[in-house]
């Protein structure tokens, strides 16, 4: 199957420091990634689709100037939490379109992120 | 508007003992229905893929089944490493990709 990582698994920050996660398909090429930001015992919220060559279209309530994301390449996706406040500790998970007649999103491991 | 609801919200399961989960839709015109399976503190891990009415798909004691309204995702003889939330989702109508998700059912499994 095709594989998603996520990089940093784990990340503990001070509060106004800016956290960069990477995410990459290893084995297949992704014109489109997701990021999906995920609660305690809550489902997957969407917070944006990350295209590759063009900008990320965000949510309805998504602050675009604080989750910067970059898709540079057909393998990776980087979400920046810019200023990031307590308020942002939370289970981030990107996911990447993988089509093969018809498409599927594989999931990558999620990234855990501490706002102190 | 599209919806996709899972029931029930938790499922507590002797070892052995088979039981199903529930997702039912409202999106018009399916262009697939997805199973993922996500353990505490990792990203969901691909299940299945159903495409039409009367398809059913296996992976070891997971079976999944769709109709025109509702999928079910079928556990036989559970064992306590099937224990895990079990998500589905849909693409919405007029795309690919936003997949809608339902809420999940938690699955605990006791020896």
């Known amino acids: 199957g095709a594989v998603v990582s996520q990089h940093p698994s784990w990340v503990i920050c001070k509060s106004g420091t800016s956290v960069k996660i990477e995410c990459r398909s290893l084995?297949?090429?992704?014109?489109?990634m997701f990021w999906y930001r995920q609660f305690p015992k809550q489902s997957l919220m969407l917070m944006a689709t990350?295209?590759?060559?063009?900008?990320?279209?965000?949510e309805q309530g998504v602050e675009k100037d604080k989750f910067l994301i970059n898709h540079a390449s057909l393998t990776l996706s980087t979400l920046t939490v810019t200023s990031a406040h307590p308020e942002d500790s939370s289970f981030y998970i990107c996911?990447?379109?993988?089509?093969?007649?018809?498409?599927?999103?594989?999931f990558g491991p999620g990234t855990r992120l501490l706002v102190l | 508007e599209d919806q996709v609801t899972q029931s029930p919200e938790a499922l507590r399961l002797q070892e052995g003992e088979s039981s199903s989960l529930n997702c039912s839709y409202t999106?018009?015109?399916?262009?697939?229905l997805f199973w993922y399976r996500q353990d505490p503190g990792k990203g969901p891990e691909f299940l299945f893929t159903?495409?039409?009415a009367g398809e059913e798909k296996e992976k070891e004691r997971l079976k999944a089944t769709l109709t025109k309204k509702e999928s079910f995702l079928h556990i036989t003889a559970p064992k306590p490493e099937d224990s895990a939330t079990y998500l589905c989702?849909?693409?919405?109508?007029?795309?690919?990709?936003?997949?809608?998700f339902g809420a999940g059912t938690q699955v605990v499994v006791t020896p």
């Open positions: 996911s990447a379109s993988f089509w093969r007649g018809k498409e599927t999103q594989y």
């Open positions: 084995d297949f090429q992704a014109t489109t």
């Open positions: 990350s295209n590759e060559g063009s900008k990320a279209t965000y």
């Open positions: 999106v018009s015109g399916l262009r697939g």
């Open positions: 159903l495409y039409s």
């Open positions: 989702a849909v693409p919405p109508t007029d795309s690919w990709g936003k997949f809608q």
